[in-house]
């Protein structure tokens, strides 16, 4: 309805945009998001949206450049700081993740799967000790992830602590997690 009153109303299609991405719905999304730029092409969220659409797609190219120009309209914008992370994650690009990350952390300090992600990301680039915290925090935030403690066991494992890579094992299968 408020498309059809304001069909120049930019926010109406980013709003219904993000209806369509919570349904599934990539490319009515898409669409939405692609008319909400055209209507007003310095609105960030449009392309951190669509960012997320291309993601979906797995069309990480476009959705990269989406998040970057997101990013330059928008500098101080978290989610597409962790979208792009995220993404260079996918992509084996641990530096430029981990990055990301870290500004991410630095303004939302309560996402336990940006914490775990970070603590991921040091692993791949075989800082072993800074991935300790970060795992910590994301089991503090979420306790019941079986997936925190299992990667937080490999960690303790690397760092020489079997005790304790023991105990997060067997916390990781009682919450459902199938261990190697």
């Known amino acids: 309805m408020a498309i059809q009153l304001h069909p120049k109303y930019h926010l109406a299609f980013v709003n219904r945009g993000n209806t369509y991405f919570s349904l599934n719905k990539n490319d009515e999304a898409l669409a939405d998001y692609n008319k909400a730029i055209e209507l007003k092409p310095d609105y960030a969220e449009s392309?951190?949206?669509r960012g997320s659409v291309y993601f979906q797609k797995q069309q990480y190219d476009l959705a990269m450049a989406d998040y970057n120009k997101a990013l330059?309209?928008?500098k101080h914008y978290p989610d597409a700081y962790l979208n792009r992370a995220v993404t260079y994650s996918v992509l084996g690009k641990h530096e430029l993740a981990k990055a990301d990350y870290d500004a991410y952390i630095a303004t939302t300090t309560d996402n336990a799967k940006a914490y775990y992600w970070r603590g991921l990301a040091n692993r791949h680039l075989k800082m072993i000790p800074?991935?300790?915290?970060?795992?910590d925090r994301a089991i503090q935030l979420d306790p019941k992830?079986?997936?925190f403690y299992l990667h937080r066991s490999y960690t303790h494992k690397d760092l020489g602590n079997t005790a304790a890579a023991e105990a997060d094992v067997q916390k990781a299968k009682s919450l459902g997690i199938k261990v190697p």
């Open 47 to 49: 392309y951190g949206n």
């Open 72 to 74: 330059e309209l928008k």
């Open 130 to 135: 800074q991935s300790l915290p970060d795992f």
């Open 145 to 147: 992830n079986g997936e």
